[in-house]
């Protein structure tokens, strides 16, 4: 109980106070400029950690991944370009609902939900660190193959509609994740012997030209339409735009796409990029309207925000617990902690207990923070709306090339943004869903790596993959998900058919 105190009150200074202030808001503004990310918040403030007090230095990379998580929130809801990967998903409903001259209340229930999933991660930190990080160390490459196989049935449901262009778009997104030296063995894979291609393409500059850059293409195409020129009039209703009611009918939502940024950050290695695809895909499942998600539907905007900041805490506690960093974001963080000495870990509790529970402290402080900067700059945002087209995609395709070449310090990046945003642009044009891309471009590496490692490990068999019960389970949830989708379109092409008969006119 003394080391609860001592680390509550370390916090509650000066200085931690306003690292966690100052961390919050720059990580805001970096997840919200497109290119500019947590991890690259983290990247480039983490020289100012040396020589500072252990508290004030962690505080202040917890503002950070805090703000920089919710920050992407921004730009996906306002101009369909999500500031970070965790965001991505929002922009399914969040633009729409802007488009409906909803942005105010897509804003508000955006930064209440994102303060809500961060208070659950928070909760799992600070009370199920131990035994939930026990149970992930037990996840080996079986599991993480059945996982990740389980995430990529879900491009059946970001087809939009049309399955056969959301196969083609995901075919095409593992073959791009197949660049580069294969896992395991090193082998040269679609290199054509360049050598830039060694290294497989970077996620960012393949996310910017994707989502920012054909915008900005499609803009510059449809020259004579132009972004709103004044703030559109908006109000909110109740708490952040969320009255009793609503907040009892989005109750179930929140709840289970919170449980799966949870569960996806407590495993390393997946990120909220995943995360928030897997919320967005169980809320419009869980729907009696699906068809309503994608046009501006609240719970798609939700499920997305929650899950992704419920993972900020999940993903923590691999590291502290177990001194595994959970992705690119927490690796950092660990460096962190070594620059002062401290080694995380199950020690970590017994010989510096006051500095685990200050950096608790500091996590659900970076929340509130959050929720009070972003809700009182929510009329600042809209703004963003107000600014000439020409300024602003000028400025968005400025901030992609330097988000794209800082990545890391090459032009090639840059070759990449532009290729993508091309792609991106013929995409829209022959409407090809993004979603399934990413997602196979994400998850195909991942597969592959942890297949590839597990089969060296039975010499071949994959018989041992269904002795394993959640390897199994898994896997089957993959073929049952596959099953019931392919009932679901044969069902309604039967439907549609049926109403044809009835009415010719259709």
Known sequence: MSSIVSGVADVFQLLPLMAIFGGVVVGIIFGS????????????????????????????????????????????ILINIPGTPSSIATTFDGYPMTLKGEGGRALGLAV???????????????????????????FGTYEYFAISVFALTLVAGLSGGNMVKGLASATLGLLVGMVG??????????????????????LLPVLLGLFALSEVMKHAAEARTALPSSVPPFRLKGFFGVTWPDFRAYLPTFLRSSAIGVGVGLLPGIGSGTSNFLAYMAARSASKTPEDFGKGEPRGLIASESANNAGIGAAMVPLIALGIPGDATTALMLGGFLIHGIQPGPML??????????????????????????????????????VPKHYLLASVTVMCVLGAFAANNRMFDVYTLIAFGALGYAMLRFDFPFAPLVLGFILGPMIEKNLRS?????????????????????????????????????????????????????
């Not at 990379?61 to 921004?74: E, M, T």
């Not at 809500?116 to 939930?132: A, E």
């Open 33 to 76: 400029i497109p290119g500019l990310t947590a991890t690259m918040a983290i990247a480039l403030c983490l020289p100012l950690t040396f020589g500072v007090d252990p508290v004030i230095s962690l505080s202040l990379l917890v503002g950070l991944f805090v703000g920089g998580i919710s920050g992407g929130l921004i730009t996906a």
């Open 349 to 386: 509790f017994t010989s510096n207990a006051p500095l685990v529970y200050s950096i608790f402290t500091a996590l659900i402080l970076s929340a509130f923070v959050m929720l009070l900067v972003e809700y009182f700059g929510i009329r600042l945002f809209v703004r963003i709306l107000a």
């Open 181 to 202: 030296l294969a896992p395991i063995d090193a082998y040269r894979r679609f290199t054509f012997g360049w050598n830039a291609l060694d290294g497989g393409l970077g």
């Open 112 to 138: 209440f939900y994102s303060f809500l999933g961060t208070v659950v991660g928070w909760l799992v930190l600070f009370f199920f660190t131990p035994p939930l990080a026990r149970m992930a160390l037990q």
């Open 454 to 506: 597990a089969l060296m490990s039975t010499r071949g068999e994959f018989l041992p993959f269904l002795e394993r019960p959640v390897t199994a389970v898994f896997l089957g949830l993959a073929l049952l998900y596959l099953l019931w989708t392919v009932a679901s379109a044969l069902l309604k092409r039967r439907r549609r058919a049926d109403s044809a008969a009835v009415d010719p006119a259709r």
